[in-house]
């Protein structure tokens, strides 16, 4: 006689619908890379460097990059800064994901009619340099979210950024700060000015058209609203302690509006002519932690 279940339909296709899904993020889990060896090994090669150069082989091109890796004391504050106020100004305070960030991404793309953009956080965007694509797959964006998460278990923040600033993408196959500096300024990472550090950064959201080597209005923009966040250099915005200071016995005074990702809407104000008011964001550097292995 067949065991007929006595749960209603709709239980036994929600506990089957969950049952897979659990399956999918055990599988997806246990697939993913151990990214502990970072701690101490500087990558040779990323997903997307390997990307590049299949492109470049279907075009018929000379796969060729430049990749320099400089160690983290090496690159200018300034660039540090920059990167920090443009792309993830709540570095410091988040493990990996920024919620606060995703809900407004998410709450922006439903009142626009659009689907939700940003929202990635500078771990995660390291995760998918270093072992994904730039695919829009929801699989793609899960796999991201573990190996961020994994990423800020096993590695300093510092190594992090270290990281990051080393092997993202900065132009047609220019890889990392030291890379960038030299193609675009003929100058170390660690002599960039703020105005050049500012320029660099605005070109991170895409690099393959926005190049500081000709930089292009909304490039300029993007340099200008990122220097307001970064303050003035005669008369500096006020510092805002964004990490805690472990001498202090004080609670850090938290980072004012904007912490999000520089935005579409504050260069379509600038281009409609509009008064642009960025609030001043400036990011100190972190607490000295001992310099990673070069």
């Given amino acids: 006689m067949a065991f007929v279940s006595s749960a209603p339909r709709p239980l036994r296709i929600l506990t089957g619908v969950a049952g897979v899904g659990f ?76 919620v606060e960030e995703i809900r407004r991404a998410i709450h922006d793309g439903f009142s626009k009619g659009q ?41 300093s923040k510092t190594r992090i950024l270290e990281l990051y600033l080393n092997v993202i993408e900065w132009g047609d196959r220019v890889w990392g700060a030291e890379a960038a500096a030299r193609t675009y300024f003929g100058i170390p990472a660690s002599s960039l000015s703020r105005q050049q550090s500012a320029l660099l950064a605005g070109a991170i959201i895409n690099p393959r058209l926005l190049t500081p080597a000709r930089p292009t209005r909304r490039l300029l923009r993007r340099q200008q609203i990122i220097l307001a966040r970064m303050g003035s250099g005669d008369q500096p915005a006020p510092r805002v302690a964004i990490s805690p200071d472990p001498e202090s ?38 607490p000295a932690e001992q310099s990673p292995p070069a």
């Fill in 249 to 286: 016995d004080t609670e850090p005074e938290p980072a004012p509006a904007p912490r999000f990702p520089l935005s579409v809407d504050e260069e379509e104000a600038q281009e409609g002519g509009e008064e642009l008011e960025v609030p001043a964001e400036p990011v100190p550097d972190p």
């Fill in 115 to 155: 689907a939700p953009r940003g929202a990635s956080t500078i771990t995660q965007q390291l995760a998918k340099n270093l072992y994904l694509s730039p695919s829009y797959d929801p699989l793609r964006k899960l796999k991201e979210l573990i190996i961020a998460r994994r990423l800020e278990v096993a590695l």
């Fill in 23 to 98: 399956g999918v993020i055990s599988y997806v889990y246990l697939m993913l890379p151990d990214v502990r060896p970072l701690a101490t090994d500087n990558p040779t090669s990323t997903a997307f460097m390997r990307m590049r150069e299949h492109e470049a082989d279907a075009e018929g091109l000379k796969p060729k990059y430049v990749y320099r890796w400089v160690a983290y004391s090496r690159i200018s504050p300034s660039l540090k800064r920059a990167v920090l106020v443009a792309e993830d100004s709540a570095f410091w305070d988040h493990e990996g994901i920024d």
